[in-house]
């Protein structure tokens, strides 16, 4: 159970020490796997449930290092890594309940796993081979977004229309802090504040902006903006899953309830480049990157579990067996997608048929077909 506030009796003296050296990040496990209590943010979950966690962090991971393999190997044009930001993506995405709808960037691969997309409909995109390949509303985890900040428009929207059809549940907009630049977004955050939307705004705080740090880019912590909008901000330990799964659960039971949304800043660090065509080296110290290193989330929840005696050597071992099959399994299909034939890009320009649409389809049908080979 995840609670917005933390329970009473039964915690130890050292869950009772400070969470965090800044007293505005909520931490509930420290890098060292040590539980800690939170005065405003609280979880308490079964051992199978930590487990969980855990082995969706692996996989995830193991997920994005096959990304970035096939694209190294020429299988993708291009692949956006999360390495690092595992915590976050999983944390918020498994807070999410099946009527919450939530918006992407491209880089959300740990919050697509948590909403059921199939990985290889992720590596198919970057393959050029489909516009995403899995259906929204079955999913109620939008197509990826590349230009960027202007999914938060698109999900304050739909959150709206949910107010306005009384239904509830809430949306959670991912964008990273370089889109917190955007003029998208902070439109985005005028239409949410005045129309209390229910709308969680999920900023994956990586350092890192493509090659721009925090400090070109906003000159107070990112999470104190939204107080301008009119609406609550926290700062979340985002190398804690358990601490982005209570904070996120809470915002989104929050916007649920009818009192609006709030910006969620996961402070958190890209490990590895922006994206495949990046090269991080360029403008980061490798010394930032070992301290980061050191934060690593999946070591820290593995140390949590072992500390606890909530599993034991064979469990990690499954888990890591299952990490490959899984990399096997997607890489298989991915290196095997056929590829689109040309005219089928007009296929879901109109949900029926258009009859300018039918002739132009019809035209590049019959230029193509002109090109010796083309069958």
């Not at 999983?90 to 919450?100: I, K, L």
């Not at 005045?194 to 999470?223: G, H, T």
Request: net charge negative; hydrophobic share 40%.
């Amino acid at each position: 159970m995840v609670t917005s506030r933390k329970g009473a009796g039964g915690k130890t003296a050292a869950k009772k020490k400070a969470a965090a050296s800044a007293p505005d990040l909520v931490q509930l496990l420290t890098p060292e796997g040590d539980l800690v209590e939170h005065p405003d943010y609280s979880i308490d979950l079964s051992p199978e449930e930590y487990r969980g966690l855990y082995r969706d962090m692996v996989l995830v991971r193991r997920i994005d290092a096959e990304g970035t393999a096939l694209q190294r190997q020429g299988e993708l044009g291009l692949w956006a890594p999360l390495l690092g930001q595992e915590a976050a993506q999983v944390g918020s995405g498994r807070a999410q309940t099946a009527e919450d709808y939530a918006f992407p960037t491209y880089r959300e691969h740990g919050v697509a796993w948590c909403r059921d997309v199939d990985p290889v409909n992720l590596l198919g995109m970057f393959r050029g081979v489909n516009n995403g390949g899995w259906d929204p509303n079955e999913k109620n985890f939008h197509l990826y977004t590349i230009v960027i900040g202007s999914q938060t428009l698109h999900a304050t929207g739909y959150a709206m229309g949910m107010q306005r059809d009384g239904r509830e549940a809430a949306v959670i907009a991912y964008f990273g802090d370089g889109a917190s630049s955007q003029g998208d977004v902070n439109e985005a955050f005028v239409f949410a504040g005045v129309n209390n939307a229910p709308v969680v705004f999920f900023c994956q705080n990586n350092q890192w902006a493509i090659s721009e740090p925090n400090e070109r880019q906003f000159r107070v912590p990112l999470y104190q903006r939204a107080a301008g909008f009119g609406f609550p901000g926290v700062r979340v330990d985002g190398n804690d899953v358990l601490a982005c799964l209570a904070v996120t659960k809470a915002a989104l039971e929050r916007a649920r309830s009818g009192n609006g949304p709030m910006l969620v800043e996961a402070f958190t660090y890209r490990m590895g480049a922006h994206t495949t065509s990046d090269d991080p080296t360029r403008y980061r110290s490798s010394d930032e990157l070992e301290e980061w290193r050191a934060k690593d989330p999946i070591q820290r929840m593995r140390a949590f579990l072992e500390k606890n005696g909530h599993a034991d050597e064979a469990f990690f071992t499954g888990v890591d067996d299952e990490a490959d099959v899984v990399a096997a399994d997607i890489r298989s299909r991915c290196v095997n997608m056929p590829d689109p034939k040309p005219v089928s890009i007009f296929d879901h320009v109109y949900a029926e048929a258009h009859p300018l649409m039918d002739e132009e389809r019809a035209e590049y049908g019959a230029y193509w077909e002109s090109f010796e080979g083309a069958h």
